[in-house]
């Protein structure tokens, strides 16, 4: 079931998140929920160019295996 929030912006920020908005075709309320959940796949996911760092750092990719290897197995060490 959707949820409601409340959001306290300045004048000038509803005025751009408005205009937005509206050159988009759109609610606020979308633009806003549309932005936030892009901000947050940003930055929960690698990007191409860290991919291809952690592929080309084989002692990484080692420590990466292992670290897979014992969660599958339900061993090692979890930090909180």
Known sequence: MPKT????????????????????????????????????AERQFADDAEVAEIAAHERLRARLARAAAEARARQGAFVD
């Open 5 to 40: 929030l409340t959001l306290r912006v300045d004048d000038a920020v509803y005025e751009t998140l408005a205009e937005a908005a509206e050159a988009e075709g759109r609610s606020i309320a979308n633009l806003i929920e549309t932005a936030a959940l892009a901000h947050l």
